[in-house]
Every structure is written in C-alpha cells, then in structure tokens.
C-alpha cells in the first residue's frame, strides 16, 4: 500500500501561482512512478503531468510551458508548480502513484491507470 498525501491548494487570481506537494513513502524496494491527474466538476480525469520509467517528464498540451513536475528523493515529494493559472486549471488536483511505470498515452487519454490514488487538493483560479 502507498499513501500519499497532498497539499498545497488554494485559490488564486488568473496569472497567479501555486505549488502543490504530495508526501509518499518512496520506494524502499523498487521505483514507484508518479503523476498528477486533475478533475473539474462535470469533466472527466486528466492527466496533468506524470514521470516516465526513465525520468522523462510528461505534460498535457493544455498546460505544457505553466505546469513543471518536479520530485525531492531525499526527502519522498513529489510536486507540480503551476504558474500563470488561468480559470480552467480549477479543478481537484490528485497526486497518483504505481510500481509499475504507466505510459503516458494511457495517462493522457484516461487520466488514470495508477493503483494509489491522494485524497486531492482543491485549485481554484478566479478570473
């Protein structure tokens, strides 16, 4: 079981920024992979931002150039800093983890596909 904990939302003005954090336990025994996944009221999950198997980062087209994903090992956070909000970034922001890694087609076409899911943190961009 991986528990992971999220923080870091808020409200903000468009143009604005925030960071989010998601505390897991790291993987004592083998890698785990790790992503973000948004979800707005009435949409459908979407995969924000994830790691691939060989460190390469990955971003959905509609926040490519605002949104980086970035981990501390040392210290088990994983984060995704979000500059230059715009008011369909509001959403539910859930940091997600598996052992193995997910491609990110499935990622990006289903948000989904990992096995430990945060509890979310609330993003709200005003205009």
């Known amino acids: 079981q991986i528990q992971l904990m999220e923080s870091g939302g808020g409200t903000v003005q468009a143009g604005g920024s925030l960071r989010l954090s998601c505390a897991h336990p790291?993987?004592?025994?083998?890698?785990?992979?790790m992503a973000w996944i948004r979800q707005a009221p009435g949409k459908e999950q979407e995969g924000v931002a994830a790691f691939d198997w060989d460190g390469t980062t990955h971003y959905a087209d509609s926040v490519k150039g605002r949104f980086t994903i970035s981990q501390d090992r040392a210290k088990n956070i994983l984060y995704l800093q979000m500059d230059s909000l715009k008011p369909e970034d509001t959403a539910t922001y859930y940091c997600?983890?598996?052992?193995?890694?997910?491609?990110?087609?499935?990622?990006?076409?289903?948000?989904?596909?990992?096995?430990?899911w945060g509890q979310g943190t609330q993003v709200t961009v005003s205009s």
């Open positions: 997600a983890a598996d052992q193995d890694p997910i491609p990110w087609a499935v990622v990006s076409a289903t948000g989904g596909g990992y096995n430990y």
């Open positions: 790291g993987g004592a025994d083998h890698e785990i992979y």
